[in-house]
C-alpha cells in the first residue's frame, strides 16, 4: 500500500539553525511528492513538491529532493526563522484516481 | 486568487445537535476531499468526490455522518447527531483532478461539540 512515514516532533532549534525533517514513503508505482506547512490556526498550504524522481522542489529556502533509490524526499532549510515555526506534512499523490496520503505531520518550533 | 472557501470557521455545538459545513472548491477543480484533524488521530481522509461524485467515504462514520455535493461549488459534510467526540477541525480540499497536481486546502472548519 501507499504510506508515509516522518520524523516524530516536536523540532526545536534556534533561529538560523539548519533544518531537516526526514519523510520516507511506500508507494505502488510512481507517486509525486509534497510538503505541506500549517501555521497556527490555518489551514495546510502547498510548500513544495516535486513529480518525477531526481526532481527538486524549493520554496521560502526549503528544499526538498525525490529520491527514488531511498525512497526519501526529506526536507531542509539552511537557516530557519522564528516565521517558520509550523507543522510540516510530507504527503504523496499515489496518481490515478486515489487521494493524497500524508504523514502524521512533525512541528517545528524556532525559538530566538 | 483563487481559494478554497469553508464556513463556518468556528462552531460550538452541543451534543445531539445537527452540524453542517460547507465547502465552496475552487473555480474548475472537478476534485473535493473532506479531511479531519485531530491531536490524536493527525489528518484523517473522511470522503472525496470528483465530478460530484464520491468515490470513497469510508473514511466517515456512516450512522451520523453524510457528504453530498449539491453542485459542482458547493460539498456538504454533515453530522447528526453530534457527540464530543466529534470535536475536530474539519478540512475541505479540492484539486484539478490531474496526476502531480497540487490539491489546495480551505482554512478548516473549527468545531466543537460540548
Known amino acids: 500500500g501507499n504510506s508515509v512515514t516522518q520524523m516524530e516532533g516536536p523540532v526545536t532549534l534556534s533561529e538560523e539553525a539548519f533544518l531537516t525533517i526526514n519523510c520516507t514513503y511506500t508507494?505502488?508505482?510512481?507517486?509525486?511528492l509534497f510538503w505541506y506547512v500549517q501555521y497556527p490556526g490555518e489551514g495546510l498550504q502547498l510548500l513544495l513538491k516535486a513529480t518525477k524522481a531526481d526532481d527538486k522542489g524549493s520554496n521560502k529556502g526549503f528544499e526538498a529532493t525525490y529520491r527514488k533509490e531511498t525512497t526519501s524526499f526529506h526536507l531542509e532549510k539552511g537557516s530557519v526563522q522564528v516565521s517558520d515555526s509550523a507543522v510540516y506534512f510530507c504527503?504523496?499523490?499515489?496518481?490515478?484516481?486515489?487521494?493524497?496520503?500524508f504523514g502524521k505531520g512533525t512541528r517545528l518550533s524556532v525559538i530566538a | 486568487d483563487a481559494r478554497v472557501t469553508q464556513t463556518p470557521r468556528h462552531k460550538v455545538t452541543e451534543m445531539g445537535q445537527e452540524v453542517t459545513m460547507r465547502c465552496q472548491p475552487i473555480?474548475?477543480?472537478?476534485?473535493v476531499f473532506w479531511y479531519r484533524q485531530t491531536m490524536m488521530q493527525g489528518l484523517e481522509l473522511l470522503a472525496y468526490?470528483?465530478?460530484?461524485?464520491?468515490?470513497?467515504d469510508s473514511g466517515m462514520p456512516k450512522d451520523r455522518f453524510s457528504a453530498e455535493m449539491p453542485d459542482a461549488t458547493l460539498a456538504t459534510l454533515k453530522i447528526q447527531p453530534s457527540e464530543p467526540r466529534d470535536s475536530a477541525v474539519y478540512f475541505c480540499?479540492?484539486?484539478?483532478?490531474?496526476?502531480?497536481?497540487?490539491?489546495?486546502f480551505g482554512e478548516g472548519s473549527w468545531l466543537t461539540v460540548v
Open positions: 473555480l474548475g477543480h472537478n476534485t
Open positions: 480540499a479540492s484539486g484539478p483532478g490531474q496526476g502531480g497536481n497540487t490539491i489546495y
Open positions: 508507494a505502488t508505482g510512481y507517486p509525486s
Open positions: 504527503a504523496l499523490l499515489p496518481g490515478g484516481n486515489t487521494p493524497l496520503v
Open positions: 468526490f470528483r465530478n460530484r461524485a464520491p468515490l470513497d
